[in-house]
């Protein structure tokens, strides 16, 4: 690297830091020089080598794109990608310690604010809300995917710890401060229902309570939402929410973080893994996209009452007929 990206370099990762942590300390330990040395390298006076600065990116997730030219201009770009396997920990719960991580990064940035494209499934942010719920997604996968044995009861009892319950209540916590506009469709919830149809037909809960349970939690979440709706605010001293609805359902997910500086993209992929994108032409692209998908869509915060009662009755009648399925069976 040259002098003035270096400086930019370490720029990246400070901000990525708590205030309290010296960036020259874990800089000298991660690398394994005196501080001193890490100083010098710091401000640019001595080039870091290829290995220090592999290091430093994958420690510290910090993308090289803006550095070595893979932009949306030239047909080619980096994201950043957590692997399914291989992991000491599971995915998902990596997953939420980085989200956590993200939203305490963004929410200390001016003009923070998130755009949410959630047209095939529900968005994280409003599953955490509910850690039981947000879980039983998780326990889909790997029941699906990995072939877990585990009863539904089982897993959760496994998976979700005292830590786990405080990364979702992070994000909650985060989410209801942070103004979000989001896209929703009348189908958004119906891939969550079928998951808990199929797994109750196949036997995967050890009490039909847990299914029931479940149903009432998504009722919850169904109404909660719709509150915020209404009021336009994520609760009594919470951020503006601008809710939109979309007669087009393209299936996937976008989440585009944006601050008055800077800007990334999220797109979905699996249960609630995804790939990050940073390069400035691309999130320009998506931005402008979700902008046109806003103006296309209806925004049910605080305006068309009877298209927001309608929405949210579909909701819950497919909510209810789920229960009574369960019910029955």
Not at 60 to 83: C, E, H, K, W
């Amino acid at each position: 690297m040259n002098k003035e990206n270096q400086i930019a370099f370490f720029k990246i990762i400070q901000e990525k830091l708590p205030k309290n942590i010296s960036l020259a300390q874990i800089v000298s330990e991660l690398l394994g020089f005196g501080v001193n040395a890490a100083y010098v390298r710091i401000r640019g006076a001595k080039a870091l080598d290829f290995e220090e600065t592999i290091k430093l990116c994958r420690h510290f997730g910090v993308s090289l794109n803006s550095f070595i030219g893979n932009t949306a201009q030239n047909n080619r770009i980096l994201g950043d990608y957590m692997p399914l396997y291989g992991n000491e920990d599971d995915f998902y719960f990596l997953f939420l310690r980085s989200l956590v991580r993200k939203l305490e990064y963004y929410t200390a940035k001016p003009g923070f604010k998130i755009t949410v494209l959630s047209l095939g499934d529900i968005p994280s942010f409003a599953m955490s809300l509910f850690p039981d719920a947000a879980v039983f997604r998780y326990f889909s996968w790997c029941n699906l995917f990995e072939g877990t044995k585990d009863a539904y009861e089982k897993f959760v009892d496994k998976k979700l710890t005292s830590e786990v319950i405080n990364d979702f209540n992070s994000v909650e916590k985060s989410y209801r401060q942070i103004p979000s506009s989001e896209i929703w469709s009348t189908n958004t919830i119906d891939t969550t229902l079928r998951f808990i149809g199929y797994h109750y037909e196949m036997g995967h809960f050890g009490d039909r309570n847990s299914a029931l349970l479940l149903c009432d939690k998504f009722m919850e979440l169904i109404s909660t939402l719709e509150r915020w709706a209404t009021t336009g605010k994520k609760g009594d001293s919470g951020a503006a929410l601008k809710l939109y609805l979309s007669e087009i359902d393209v299936g996937n997910t976008f989440i585009l973080y944006k601050t008055d500086e800077e800007q990334e993209c999220w797109l979905k992929l699996f249960t609630s893994h995804g790939i990050t994108f940073t390069d400035k032409i691309f999130c320009e692209e998506v931005e402008n996209w979700l902008s046109h998908s806003l103006q296309r869509a209806t925004l049910v915060s605080r305006a068309s009452s009877m298209e927001r009662y309608k929405f949210f009755d579909a909701q819950r009648q497919k909510i209810e007929a789920l229960a009574q399925r369960i019910k029955k069976n």
